[in-house]
């Protein structure tokens, strides 16, 4: 690696990733993204796992759903930076809270949190988060983001699958007022999701947080007030 040196004294050193055997342009160039991303430094200094900590407390910020007390569900958790941030919002480490965790991956322990390694989608799913959480959740979070094909149409219509069912997971386990906050990809596809959101949440809008890279399609789409599920009608009526 190497530095390269600014013009003005002070002025910080933006680090240069140099070619090497079987280093692609691509990986050089996100090497080089992390390794001059604040949001990456800071993220070590604080003790969070992933910058994806900071999406989250900066949307919270504003929108101020998390509280102590709350039960929250952390969908596809790893490496646990939502959690994190999650958990100590919600006093879950001094038994205010809870916050559960899934995810296909491992995760290692974090203070105040539940992880079991599940598939979100399995049938069983959403009984044993409420079973984790004691009860229905209050919030459901997902960064979750579909393996890329680098096909761009391909890649926003994998997204939106995945947050659909993100959302049907939600329905499942939110208490009535609940939240659902989840990663989307800007493409144009996403009006059925979104009109079935505003259908079952009093609330629903597009955030982008600024720990969102400008050049990034990426939006997270916020949904409260959750209005709970309907019992389905008398079909003998």
């Known amino acids: 690696m190497s530095q390269s040196r600014g013009g003005g004294r002070g002025r910080d050193l933006a680090v240069r990733v140099r070619s090497g055997r079987g280093r692609t342009l691509s990986s050089r160039l996100?090497?080089?993204?992390?390794?001059n991303d604040p949001y990456v430094a800071r993220a070590r200094r604080e003790g969070y796992r992933s910058?994806?900590?900071?999406k989250l407390i900066e949307i919270d910020d504003k929108a101020h759903f998390l509280k102590p007390g709350m039960r929250v569900a952390d969908l596809g958790a790893a490496p646990g930076g939502w959690s994190q941030v999650a958990a100590r919002r919600v006093g879950a480490a001094e038994g205010k809270g809870r916050v559960a965790a899934i995810d296909l991956l491992e995760m290692e322990a974090i203070p105040g949190v539940a992880f079991q390694k599940l598939d979100f989608l399995d049938p069983?799913?959403?009984d044993k988060l409420k079973a984790m959480l004691g009860g229905a959740a209050d919030a459901v979070l997902s960064d979750m983001a579909a393996n890329a094909t680098g096909h761009r149409k391909t890649d926003h219509l994998k997204i939106v699958a995945l947050v659909e069912s993100a959302a049907d997971f939600a329905r499942e386990v939110l208490a009535p007022g609940g939240t659902f906050l989840?990663?989307?990809?800007?493409?144009?596809?996403?009006?059925e999701l979104l009109a079935g959101l505003r259908r079952d949440f009093a609330s629903v809008k597009h955030v982008k947080p600024p720990a969102s890279r400008a050049d990034s399609a990426e939006l997270y789409?916020?949904?409260?007030?959750?209005?709970?599920q309907k019992p389905a009608e008398n079909m003998h009526k």
């Open 124 to 126: 069983s799913a959403p």
């Open 51 to 54: 910058r994806a900590a900071y």
């Open 30 to 35: 996100w090497l080089e993204r992390q390794l």
């Open 221 to 228: 789409v916020l949904a409260t007030g959750y209005r709970g």
């Open 182 to 191: 989840a990663k989307v990809i800007q493409g144009g596809t996403e009006s």
